[in-house]
């Protein structure tokens, strides 16, 4: 059973903004830490951002200021709000639960 699933990526000039959706349970959601990675070609795996059972959140340093974390416990989604892209914003967003990661969503931004 898929128990994540992004969606919203595509296409963004630089400047521009995207907003991420994670789908998954209430349970999943709201017990312990979630996050958004990302993944460029031939590059490691990065934290983007986390967001406890609490909603204390935490930012990579390229994050900071330009993207939020946020749940919706009645939509059961993990959010991503991303603006101010940058061409090196490029990558594959994942949602993750510890060792539950979604399938990705694609984030192009153009120069």
């Known amino acids: 059973q898929v128990q994540l699933v992004e969606s919203g990526g595509g296409l963004v000039q630089a400047g521009g903004s995207l907003k991420l959706s994670c789908a998954t349970s209430?349970?999943?959601?709201?017990?312990?830490?979630m996050g958004w990675y990302r993944q460029a070609p031939g590059k490691q795996r990065e934290l983007v951002a986390t967001?406890?059972?609490?909603?204390?959140?935490s930012y990579a340093d390229f994050a900071q200021g330009r993207f939020a974390i946020s749940r919706d416990n009645a939509r059961n989604t993990l959010n991503l709000q991303m603006n101010s892209l940058k061409p090196e914003d490029t990558a594959v967003y994942y949602c993750?639960?510890?060792?539950?990661w979604g399938q990705g969503t694609q984030v192009t931004v153009s120069s």
């Open positions: 967001i406890t059972g609490g909603g204390g959140t």
């Open positions: 993750n639960k510890g060792q539950l």
């Open positions: 209430g349970r999943i959601l709201i017990f312990g830490v």
